[in-house]
């Protein structure tokens, strides 16, 4: 399942579309699956068209 992440840094808040999955030992891990950026970049209308997709 893919979901937003947001990573709050010194330099700005950064969004990515990340996905959850399990390795072979059956650990929950995060794969990342494009950077899209600095957050400022983007309006909640843009955010809300990638999230549909």
Same mark, same amino acid.
């Given at each position: 399942?893919?979901?937003?992440?947001?990573?709050?840094?010194?330099?700005?808040?950064?969004?990515?579309?990340?996905?959850?999955?399990?390795?072979?030992?059956? $650990?929950? !891990?995060?794969?990342?699956?494009? !950077?899209?950026? *600095?957050? *400022?970049?983007?309006?909640?209308?843009s955010l809300? $068209?990638?999230?549909?997709?």
């Amino acid at each position: 399942m893919a979901f937003l992440r947001k990573e709050i840094k010194k330099s700005g808040t950064y969004l990515s579309i990340c996905e959850s999955y399990r390795d072979d030992a059956g $650990r929950v !891990q995060r794969r990342v699956m494009r !950077q899209l950026g *600095n957050a *400022n970049d983007y309006t909640s209308e843009s955010l809300e $068209r990638i999230g549909r997709q």
